[in-house]
Structure formats: C-alpha cells, structure tokens
C-alpha cells in the first residue's frame, strides 16, 4: 500500500476555493492548522516577521499525488512571495484505529 502525505502552507483566504478544488477531484479527509512562520521573503516593515498561513496535510494514495499537488498549485498561486510551499512525504504504514487495521487513505 504506497501512500503519501501532502503538506501545503497557504494563505487563509484561499481555503475555500481550495475546499471545492478537492471536492472536485474527490479527496477527503484533510487536516487543516493555523501555523504562523516566515520564509524567504521578509517583511522589512512588520514588528512580527511571522505570518498567519494554514496548514493542510493529506494523506493520499501515490497515485493521486501529482493531481493533488496540481489542484492545491492552482488554487494557492497567486504569483506573490508568500504563496506557500508543499511538500511531499512518504507514508511507510496507515492504520484506522477504528478497525484497528492497516488501510488505504
């Protein structure tokens, strides 16, 4: 069962667009934390260097990685420092503790 975790950091205001993109191409089950950070473009002018964004980790079969990363790429670029980034991160193992069993996400 190859598996993948796919964790993205966006702006806030595009959760909701991002929301009916994977509706769309049928990916559920999406962890959502308000994360606060900096990257490579700071802002000179903040007292606070950090930045409220969200972070989305979904963990999604191998085969549906590249479309995941696609969606989430044409909902999150805006084409400004401060898109976001993602990352993907291989699963070696993915249990429900429902039923106790390894499964596919």
């Known amino acids: 069962m190859e ?4 964790v993205a950091i966006i702006r806030p205001d595009v959760l909701a667009s991002l929301r009916k993109a994977l509706h769309a191409i049928h990916t559920h ?5 308000k994360v606060r950070g900096f990257g490579a473009h700071l802002n000179p002018y903040a007292d ?3 930045i409220g964004h969200l972070k989305i980790e979904i963990f999604v079969r191998t085969a549906d990685v590249d479309t995941l990363v696609a969606a989430i790429m044409k909902v999150a670029h805006v084409g400004a420092p ?4 993602i990352a993907v991160l291989p699963v070696s193992h993915f249990y429900s503790v429902h039923t106790m069993t390894e499964v596919l996400p």
Do not use: N, R
């Open 3 to 6: 598996s993948q975790c796919v």
């Open 29 to 33: 089950g999406v962890t959502i934390s």
């Open 48 to 50: 606070d260097e950090a």
């Open 82 to 85: 401060g898109d976001g980034v």
